[in-house]
């Protein structure tokens, strides 16, 4: 048996504009039937329990707006909440635990917000029930005999004291203009001020105010909030972002000492490297997003992690993506290199008021794909505009000689348009290019975001048009600023390889900078390392080998990594464990595996 779902996304519905073919063409409809009928805000309506899942108005809706899909009759015993007819729907509570720390991870638009909201108390789930009030008594009776029924009894009671660290920490200054120390202060209910500035690098921030903050300050301010409110359950959103890997280190110190104090903690996160080191259980939420998001069972971190690149959950026996994500051993610098050279530069220097940065001289090979890591703040991406054209040195000189496509760190949505008309209506044939399409148009689902207006798309949608925007263009090298920034994992894993096939099959170069690790391992050949004081002065080293880059990098942050025995993975080894001092002692900071794996094949 199966449980019909359909879904319409109202800012697709344009029945105004169609001629009404989902409705005209539903073979129900045609047998005098009122299958799909037009509801009172002009939208299409669905019936889920006439529809006979044949597909029809999918392929003859214009805008893409229906989705049919089947799921077990199962889970609809397991509906948690649902926003109304033809909305999305949650199956499934993710679980809490006191003095263990849950991560969550899941595509954007899965449902991972809600969930959040309803561990927090801030939404009473309505079990399906979308026409009637919902209550805490419904969702304890049918929360009976499980283990999450003692906190929502708490949250009914009001008892349960939850502390939030949202995922859009760039409204705080809406609510916050003065300095970040006078905020902190007001906030430290544990008294643990001082001790949590230390660990999260905050000394230099505490006196600018919250508008002047940049997004990794902005964020680990965000995280300090939450980790000083004196409360039972931490929710953590995307703690991550903005910050490089020296300071989600330090996130992911204070995290761990929340539960230590015998604090339950649950993580959303997309960098599967920080999610893997800070957690003790991993749930996955799966579905198709907009649709409908299922929570699943808890998995120890690296099982759930690995179930998550495999796409395959072994307690459901499902199989969520039909191929899994892997990492080879091409990151160990065994590419043969093309000698041809698609751009050089010599020794440069760029000097501001209080900062400057120098690089010494290198080149970028044709084919060849060039990942840029180091702290924030030290100049990468000053760097990666002189390459691009976009800033001047003032000593040295960047030779192209060819077009650099580059996409910024800070994206904008001045375009008045829809994304089809920026996309295609601005690059014309070459967004219709069918290896864009197959690698990362189609994997993005970039026919939902045509119809879509600039202004309108979240951060996440924004970074995807711009890749696929840089992507698309004729260039002999590709410059891309940050591009896994508001992606989920799964984009993440899409937007690696398929910049990593296109560099190759065009024959070009590409240069990327990025904060998340594994994003790196899959998509670049060698590396550049950046090192210096943050703020005050940068230094870039030349390209070198993966391997050599990797660990002069992880060298200075004092991390050692080995490869998963089953998907070839980077794993962060625990400071001081036995592993740690081995490969510190032996210099093997990264691309070494653990005692008992063995590297995975390459792909």
């Excluded at 989920?488 to 398929?498: G, K, P, S």
Aim: charged letters at 25%; one cysteine or more.
């Amino acid at each position: 048996m199966v449980h019909r779902v359909a879904v319409v996304d109202d800012d697709l519905c344009q029945s105004k504009k169609c001629g009404l073919e989902c409705i005209k063409e539903c073979p129900v409809n045609i047998n005098g039937q009122e299958c799909i009928v037009l509801g009172q805000d002009k939208m299409a309506l669905v019936s889920e329990e006439l529809c006979i899942g044949c597909g029809i108005c999918i392929k003859v809706c214009p805008f893409d707006a229906i989705d049919i899909l089947n799921l077990s009759e199962e889970l609809k015993e397991d509906k948690i909440q649902q926003y109304g007819v033809n909305a999305f729907r949650l199956f499934r509570i993710p679980t809490v635990r006191k003095g263990q720390v849950v991560g969550l991870v899941g595509r954007n638009g899965i449902g991972k917000s809600t969930a959040l909201k309803i561990l927090a108390g801030q939404l009473v789930p309505n079990l399906g029930d979308y026409d009637h009030e919902p209550t805490w008594d419904k969702l304890l009776s049918y929360l009976s005999g499980r283990e999450m029924k003692e906190h929502f009894e708490r949250i009914a009671r009001g008892e349960l004291r939850v502390s939030l660290k949202p995922q859009a920490v760039y409204k705080l200054p809406e609510a916050w203009d003065r300095d970040a120390g006078s905020l902190l202060n007001k906030m430290d209910e544990r008294r643990v001020m001082d001790d949590v500035v230390r660990t999260l690098s905050l000394e230099e921030t505490l006196g600018k105010r919250l508008p002047d903050l940049s997004g990794g300050e902005l964020q680990r301010v965000a995280v300090a909030v939450a980790a000083m409110r004196d409360a039972d359950l931490y929710l953590f959103d995307e703690p991550s972002s903005y910050n490089d890997v020296y300071q989600r280190l330090e996130v992911s110190k204070l995290i761990t000492r929340l539960a230590e104090a015998g604090k339950a903690v649950l993580v959303v996160e997309h960098d599967i490297a920080f999610l893997d080191y800070v957690a003790d259980y991993v749930q996955i939420i799966y579905g198709e997003p907009g649709a409908y998001g299922i929570v699943s069972g808890l998995y120890a971190s690296r099982t759930g992690i690995n179930s998550l690149l495999d796409g395959y959950l072994p307690q459901e026996n499902i199989r969520f993506r039909d191929h899994p994500v892997s990492f080879g051993q091409r990151s160990a610098g065994e590419t043969v290199e093309s000698e041809e050279v698609v751009a050089e530069y010599t020794a440069l220097r760029k000097s501001y008021d209080t900062f400057h940065i120098t690089a010494e001289k290198g080149s970028i090979k044709a084919g060849t794909i060039v990942g840029v890591v180091g702290a924030n703040a030290l100049g990468k991406t000053t760097f990666l505009k002189m390459v691009a054209g976009q800033e001047k040195p003032d000593k040295g000189k960047v030779s192209a000689g060819t077009k650099v496509a580059y996409k910024p760190q800070y994206l904008t949505s001045s375009f008045a348009g829809t994304v089809d008309e920026f996309l295609v209506g601005t690059l014309g044939t070459k967004y219709s290019e069918p290896v864009l399409q197959d690698s990362l148009a189609a994997p993005l689902r970039m026919e939902k975001l045509l119809p879509r207006r600039m202004s309108d798309l979240s951060g996440g949608e924004l970074q995807k048009v711009a890749i696929v925007a840089t992507m698309a263009q004729e260039a002999g090298v590709y410059a891309l600023d940050e591009p896994s920034a508001f992606l989920d994992v799964e984009d993440r894993f899409v937007v690696a390889r398929a910049i990593n096939r296109l560099v190759k099959a065009r024959g070009k170069a590409g240069i990327i900078i990025d904060h998340d690790l594994q994003v790196l391992d899959i998509v670049s050949d060698r590396l550049m390392v950046f090192d210096g004081e943050p703020g005050t002065s940068g230094r870039a080293t030349q390209p070198m080998t993966k391997e050599d880059g990797m660990n002069a990098f992880l060298k200075l942050v004092g991390l050692t990594y080995r490869r998963d025995v089953n998907t070839g993975r980077p794993r962060v080894n625990k400071p001081g464990s036995k592993l740690d001092r081995e490969q510190k002692e032996k210099g093997a900071y990264y691309y070494v595996s653990a005692q008992g794996e063995e590297v995975a094949a390459p792909d």
